[in-house]
């Protein structure tokens, strides 16, 4: 793979797992003859100076893109116009300007209208990550053999798309291009629903052992302390990590990727009505059949080489690499 930089300046705002992780994979590559940060916190500019991942930090969005050929914006979505209004006037003529967010027509919506007429919005989303934070949590691999779906408006500059594509294939990833709508819906049903499963039956499994130790407390049992954790095998362990992603980052998912996710928990929700009815009235083919495609769909994601750790599969760094969001 060359190491030719593809930028002379690049401008990270946000230096959590995805920021840091971006800049850890261009530094190994060479892509960059520079990397500017910034991000809401000195502790967090102070860490990300320590860790080294960047050439300089600055308190502004606006400072820190000062003279950048490309700006990748790594904070939650919810922040992304925003920082596009803050960072307008520090823009140079003819800027890229992409981004690692989970949802996508939410940020051509929120972004575009806030750039000047001379720059050009490329989104992306990395369909990698971890249920980590922070700028400790990102390691330069975390792109290797990962799809990153670019989303640009018809009519977008070509060059643009191009050097976004280059640098997404150069650190590592699988690059596909797609109608941000369509990568909404496809992302609702793949990630987004998967976490909101899992956040809901983390937290229902809480609930109700909160509700059974005070049960067995008015009753005079022996009170059992955390069965949820002793207990937290398979399924449920994994379901655990998944919910131990960051709140700010999937309240933003939701709030910005409402439609798709309704339309689809209705759907999900029918189809579990469906499995509720054919357990009740005991109706094993049922269930079998269900049980035996979604075997074969696993197979599918395994052959795709996109198993991640959502299984017995370890994670390849130890850190819970995982396909998310
Ligand atoms: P993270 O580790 O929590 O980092 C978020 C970073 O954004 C932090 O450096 C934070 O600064 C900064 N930030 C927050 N609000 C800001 C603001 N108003 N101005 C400037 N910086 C601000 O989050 P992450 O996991 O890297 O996620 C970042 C983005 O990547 C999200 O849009 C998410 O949808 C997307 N994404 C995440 C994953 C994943 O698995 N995590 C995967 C694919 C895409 P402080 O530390 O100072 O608060």
Redesign the pocket.
């Known amino acids: 793979m060359s190491t030719t930089p593809l930028f002379n300046r690049v401008a990270l ?7 840091s992780s971006l800049a850890h994979a261009l530094k190994r590559q060479g892509l960059v003859k520079h990397i500017a940060g ?4 000195q ?2 500019r102070d860490k990300a100076m320590e860790i080294g991942f960047l050439d300089s930090v600055y308190e502004t ?1 606006a400072e820190a893109v000062a003279d950048a050929d490309l700006v990748v914006l ?4 919810g ?1 992304y116009g ?2 596009a209004r803050a960072m307008r006037p520090g823009l140079k003529k003819g800027v890229i300007v992409t981004d ?3 949802v996508k027509a939410a940020v051509i919506r929120d972004v575009l209208p806030e750039l000047p007429g001379h720059a050009h919005l490329v989104p992306s ?6 249920e980590n ?3 400790e ?1 990102g390691f330069a691999e975390l792109f290797d053999g990962r799809y990153c779906i670019l989303t640009p408006t018809p009519g977008t500059n070509e060059k643009a798309v191009q050097a976004v594509t280059d640098m997404w294939a150069r650190v590592g990833s699988i690059v596909e291009l797609m109608d941000a709508t369509h990568h909404d819906r496809v992302l609702a049903i793949t990630s987004h629903l998967p976490h909101l499963i899992a956040y809901t039956i983390v937290g229902t499994a809480s609930d109700l052992e909160e509700h059974l130790m005070k049960e067995s407390a008015q009753n005079g049992d022996m009170v059992r302390t955390s069965e949820v954790i002793k207990f937290s095998a398979g399924g449920f362990r994994d379901f655990t990590r998944i919910a131990a ?2 709140p ?2 999937w309240r ?2 939701f709030l910005n990727n409402r439609e798709a996710v309704l339309e689809l928990l209705g759907r999900f929700t029918e189809d579990l009505t469906a499995l509720q009815r054919a357990i009740r009235w005991g109706e094993g083919d049922i269930l079998e059949d269900w049980f035996t495609r979604t075997r074969a769909i696993r197979r599918g994601v395994v052959e795709m080489g996109q198993a991640g750790s959502f299984s017995a599969v370890e994670p390849k760094t130890g850190s819970g690499a995982d396909r ?2």
Not at 74 to 77: A, R
Not at 125 to 130: E, F, L, S
């Open positions: 705002i946000g230096l959590g797992l995805l920021g910034s991000a809401r916190s502790a967090t969005a790594c904070s939650p979505v922040t925003d920082i690692v967010g989970s989303h990395p369909v990698a990550g971890t934070s922070g700028p949590s992603s960051d700010i980052m933003d998912i998310k969001s």
